[in-house]
């Protein structure tokens, strides 16, 4: 996926310390960042892909069209339903678009075949929601601030596997939406 939101300057909180460029504006909670595996892996289906953090369902999405290289917003609400009568201005014509499709999602796996894996089964992305929930729960205190400032480098190995580009991010996108 790439990014677009540079790092925070401010890591007083977890929310500025994790997830800034697979979470924009939402907290890194188990709920949000199942919610942007899901939907990532939705609009890939489509044929989009993400240009910044996920802002959450009704917000405005920077999204990139893999059919035509259009950048513009969506909502996720209209993206995850995908019925529109028209994709965007200026898209491929629509007699065309089925066979483009077809030819794009033909390079989507099932099995992450990246150098740095990532989670894509309904297990690894449970491990890795839950290691990353052990991370962000040092309590209070000095001791908890410099367990957090130690943690940060594993953290963001946690939330690259779990919403970093991938080509198997429709399959890791459907297994995501068997988990709660």
Request: hydrophobic share 45%; with cysteine; net charge neutral.
């Given at each position: 996926?790439?990014?677009?939101?540079?790092?925070?300057?401010?890591?007083?909180?977890?929310a500025?310390?994790?997830?800034?460029?697979?979470?924009?504006?939402?907290?890194?909670?188990r709920?949000?960042?199942?919610?942007?595996?899901?939907?990532?892996?939705r609009?890939?289906?489509?044929?989009?892909?993400?240009?910044?953090?996920?802002?959450?369902?009704?917000?405005?999405?920077?999204?990139?069209?893999?059919?035509?290289?259009?950048?513009?917003?969506?909502?996720?609400?209209?993206?995850?339903?995908?019925?529109?009568?028209?994709?965007?201005?200026g898209?491929?014509?629509?007699?065309?678009?089925?066979?483009?499709?077809?030819?794009?999602?033909?390079?989507?796996?099932?099995?992450?075949?990246?150098?740095?894996?990532?989670?894509?089964?309904?297990?690894?992305?449970?491990?890795?929601?839950?290691?990353?929930?052990?991370?962000?729960?040092?309590?209070?205190?000095?001791?908890?601030?410099?367990?957090?400032?130690?943690?940060?480098?594993?953290?963001?190995?946690?939330?690259?596997?779990?919403?970093?580009?991938?080509?198997?991010?429709?399959?890791?996108?459907?297994?995501?939406?068997?988990?709660?």
């Amino acid at each position: 996926m790439p990014t677009v939101l540079s790092p925070p300057e401010n890591t007083d909180t977890e929310a500025a310390s994790i997830g800034h460029e697979f979470l924009s504006g939402l907290p890194a909670t188990r709920r949000n960042l199942l919610g942007a595996i899901r939907a990532v892996g939705r609009i890939a289906e489509f044929a989009f892909e993400p240009c910044g953090g996920f802002p959450g369902s009704d917000k405005h999405w920077r999204v990139r069209c893999r059919m035509c290289g259009w950048i513009g917003l969506r909502f996720y609400s209209h993206l995850r339903r995908f019925r529109p009568a028209m994709r965007h201005p200026g898209c491929v014509a629509a007699d065309i678009r089925q066979k483009l499709l077809a030819a794009l999602l033909a390079d989507a796996v099932e099995v992450c075949p990246c150098a740095r894996s990532h989670a894509v089964t309904t297990e690894e992305i449970a491990a890795d929601l839950d290691a990353l929930a052990l991370l962000l729960d040092h309590g209070g205190g000095e001791a908890a601030a410099a367990a957090k400032a130690d943690d940060l480098a594993r953290q963001e190995e946690l939330l690259t596997r779990l919403i970093g580009h991938c080509p198997a991010e429709i399959a890791r996108g459907a297994a995501a939406r068997l988990l709660h």
